[in-house]
């Protein structure tokens, strides 16, 4: 089970237990290992622990607005994805300045803090680069726009919503490079991004390009199971 590490910067009781509270069913909601940690000053966040993958920054904090506090990060060379929590908008685009990854106004809702957990486990766990060389140059594939890959002697085809490519990677070492939560081996020659899935039957996949493949019968089941849980960890509350 992946893991992630979120922080929590607030002086404020109430916002730490809904983060916390939140958090925390986000991780039950998405069957996902995940950590809060709790700071109330710049300090207290900078004592040696474990780092962090996102970082709630709320109001107030040291008498300092979110974005004022994330200028302090950021001055101090840490890097962490954030989450500016502010009574007001009027901070949102100045937030550009440190590269902020969410601009939250309050109230907070449960749904925008499980979209900032869900965007974040994306960039953690699926964005990634596929290098493969198509003809006499290399071809850079980013996993999310990969629909299917399917084996063709000893290569392979990449299919994307642009087109189908014939890529000198092997099948194996293809699908290797792919992010296991968000692929499936369907057959031994196909592996699908369930992202794209639109509808299947006992025998066959649709995907979101009308492009089909077999689902083998040995695999069919574990397909509908590992199907079904993917939906439930990546449908909104």
């Given at each position: 089970?992946?893991?992630?590490?979120?922080?929590?910067?607030?002086?404020?009781?109430?916002?730490?237990?809904?983060?916390?509270?939140?958090?925390?069913a986000?991780g039950?909601?998405?069957?996902?290992d995940?950590?809060?940690?709790?700071?109330?000053?710049?300090?207290?966040?900078?004592?040696?622990?474990?780092?962090?993958?996102?970082?709630?920054?709320?109001?107030?904090?040291?008498?300092?607005?979110?974005?004022?506090?994330?200028?302090?990060?950021?001055?101090?060379?840490?890097?962490?994805?954030?989450?500016?929590?502010?009574?007001?908008?009027?901070?949102?685009?100045?937030?550009?300045?440190?590269?902020?990854?969410?601009?939250?106004?309050k109230?907070?809702?449960?749904?925008?803090?499980?979209?900032?957990?869900?965007?974040?486990?994306?960039?953690?766990?699926?964005?990634?680069?596929?290098?493969?060389?198509?003809?006499?140059?290399?071809?850079?594939?980013?996993?999310?726009?990969?629909?299917?890959?399917?084996?063709?002697?000893?290569?392979?085809?990449?299919h994307?919503?642009?087109?189908?490519?014939?890529?000198?990677?092997?099948?194996a070492?293809?699908?290797?490079?792919?992010?296991?939560?968000?692929?499936?081996?369907?057959?031994?020659?196909?592996?699908?991004?369930?992202e794209?899935?639109?509808?299947?039957?006992?025998?066959?996949i649709?995907?979101?390009?009308?492009?089909?493949?077999?689902?083998s019968?040995?695999?069919?089941?574990?397909?509908?199971?590992?199907?079904?849980?993917f939906?439930?960890?990546?449908?909104?509350?």
């Open positions: 089970m992946e893991s992630i590490q979120t922080g929590i910067l607030t002086a404020d009781p109430s916002m730490r237990r809904f983060l916390n509270e939140t958090i925390y986000y039950r909601r998405r069957q996902v995940i950590q809060c940690r709790n700071a109330d000053s710049l300090h207290a966040l900078q004592e040696p622990g474990p780092r962090c993958d996102l970082l709630f920054l709320d109001d107030g904090v040291e008498s300092r607005s979110p974005l004022e506090n994330a200028r302090v990060l950021r001055s101090r060379k840490i890097e962490t994805p954030l989450v500016l929590l502010s009574r007001s908008p009027d901070g949102v685009f100045d937030s550009f300045e440190v590269d902020t990854y969410r601009y939250l106004v109230p907070i809702s449960q749904t925008a803090v499980f979209e900032s957990l869900d965007g974040i486990r994306k960039r953690m766990v699926a964005d990634r680069v596929i290098l493969a060389r198509v003809g006499t140059s290399y071809h850079a594939f980013r996993s999310d726009e990969i629909f299917l890959v399917e084996a063709s002697g000893k290569d392979c085809l990449i994307t919503g642009g087109g189908s490519y014939h890529v000198a990677n092997s099948y070492e293809t699908t290797g490079q792919l992010p296991a939560e968000y692929f499936f081996t369907v057959h031994r020659s196909y592996t699908v991004n369930m794209r899935v639109r509808s299947f039957d006992t025998g066959s649709t995907l979101d390009n009308d492009l089909k493949c077999p689902l019968r040995r695999r069919k089941t574990d397909f509908y199971r590992t199907y079904s849980r939906v439930r960890q990546h449908t909104a509350p």
